[in-house]
């Protein structure tokens, strides 16, 4: 027999970033709400969530402050021909943090450790039985199907490691492509969180989202062997402190109708509306925009229709990146792909700043896209000429 569940103001569904985000900050803003968060498994994941401090506005930054857990000053990119070390500041949230920072804003009750197997404007069915109520359901559940979009992807395995006698890491390394090109765009990520521990993320970006974990575990540990590092302790799946695996979409083309259809009027927030940057698959910046605006909003009848129309104008301004996505995807060569960034990163602090934060201007487009190109003219021309720009 199916029991309702009390009625709330705002159900919640799904602990990820957006949810979790959206329901601090309705926690702090909006005490007066009955706000329901809905997740089966632990909030956040096992999950880093890393940000440049130009990502965030200063009106934002009080929703994500409590929540960081590592801060540097700058950080390193390095290619075959080319290292810079950028002089903007660099943070990541876990996904412990996110956790211990919902279950302390919300009243006891409030989380349900539960998966909604219907979601409906105005209420849901929990999967172990039960139906909760609510005067809007915002569904926060993380990608579904992506209908109709043109993507690549965005891959990658990481590990924290535990390196005997220091691994000798002063600063996050955001690409280190100086490792053999292989399944695409591969590069090494760092992030060193004392002087002994330190988080190594083998991404590619690849034509086919699968995915070997076995086969990327293994080129993790010979990237270790490499540096000479003495690993005491390497996090895998079966050892359990840390280990992160995803394949992010980087989208090319598609229709938003399709992908949010306006027939559905569930409010949506995060990836689940297709609030991502299109070519990095960078889904935390307007994840923080979104909660910040919730409290402010809520109040509203409309409050699906104002959440879709936030998510259609975020996706028109991807238009760019889609577009970068079709020069990378289409334009070059898998073994090559590292020559567009490798120029990218050529380019000016504040114009690199601005691109992941999803907010390029019109001259830094026209940078990006000017002098010889890394890539076959005729091959980047065919490429967009497929383009739906939609």
């Known amino acids: 027999m199916t029991v309702d569940l009390p009625r709330c103001d705002i159900a919640i569904v799904g602990g990820g970033l957006a949810g979790g985000l959206a329901a601090l900050a309705l926690a702090a803003k909006r005490p007066d709400l009955d706000v329901r968060l809905v997740e089966p498994g632990p909030i956040g994941g096992n999950h880093i969530w890393s940000f440049f401090d130009s990502d965030i506005a200063r009106k934002d930054r009080w929703l994500v402050a409590p929540l960081v857990r590592h801060h540097w000053g700058d950080y390193d990119v390095a290619f075959p021909s080319h290292r810079r070390t950028m002089r903007m500041g660099y943070k990541s949230i876990t996904g412990e943090a996110l956790a211990e920072a919902v279950a302390a804003a919300l009243p006891e009750g409030r989380i349900i450790a539960d998966k909604a197997k219907h979601v409906a404007p105005d209420h849901l069915l929990l999967g172990q039985g039960g139906r909760l109520s609510a005067r809007h359901v915002i569904d926060a559940r993380g990608p579904g199907k992506f209908p109709g979009l043109d993507c690549g992807w965005q891959k990658f395995v990481g590990q924290a490691l535990t390196v005997k006698g220091g691994h000798g890491v002063e600063r996050p390394v955001v690409m280190d492509a100086g490792v053999e090109q292989i399944d695409g765009y591969r590069f090494v990520y760092l992030l060193p969180f004392d002087a002994e521990t330190i988080f190594v993320e083998d991404t590619y970006y690849s034509d086919s989202a699968d995915l070997d974990v076995a086969a990327v575990r293994e080129r993790i540990g010979d990237y270790a062997a490499a540096r000479q590092w003495d690993v005491k302790k390497v996090t895998t799946a079966t050892k359990a402190t840390r280990e ?18 306006a027939s559905d009027r569930t409010g949506r927030i995060g990836v689940r509306a297709g609030a991502f940057h299109a070519t990095t698959g960078y889904s935390l910046p307007d994840a923080v925009r979104t909660a910040a605006a919730l409290p402010g909003l809520v109040d509203r009848s409309d ?16 238009r760019f990146y889609r577009m970068l996505g079709a020069m990378l995807f289409r334009a070059a060569e898998p073994g090559e792909r590292y020559r567009i960034f490798e120029r990218f990163y050529r380019l000016p602090s504040g114009l690199i700043a601005r691109f992941y934060a999803g907010q390029s201007r019109a001259p830094d487009k026209l940078r990006i896209l000017s002098g010889k190109p890394p890539v076959r003219v005729g091959r980047a021309i065919a490429a967009l000429r497929r383009l739906d720009w939609k």
């Open 244 to 261: 992160e695996t995803g394949v992010l979409p980087v989208v090319i083309a598609g229709d938003f109708d399709r992908l949010w259809p």
């Open 303 to 318: 409050l699906p229709a104002i959440l879709r129309d936030r998510a259609a104008a975020s996706w028109r301004r991807q």
